[in-house]
């Protein structure tokens, strides 16, 4: 099914499959950094190795603040 819809895909839009596939890859991996990153800077701070910080704070420290 999954090869099917890749190459549906693939021949409609005049891309590769290799394309689509890299660019699924990409996504996931994206999605998979931000999980996996925010899990281990939540365990720092529960450990008490990590400082928290408020919105307002973030704002000045970023330059957003009105």
Known sequence: ??????SYLAAETGRTKTYYVREAIIEYLDDLEDIYLAEKRLGRYYAGKG???SLDELERELGLAD
């Open 51 to 53: 400082k928290s910080s």
């Open 1 to 6: 099914d999954i090869e099917k819809r890749l």
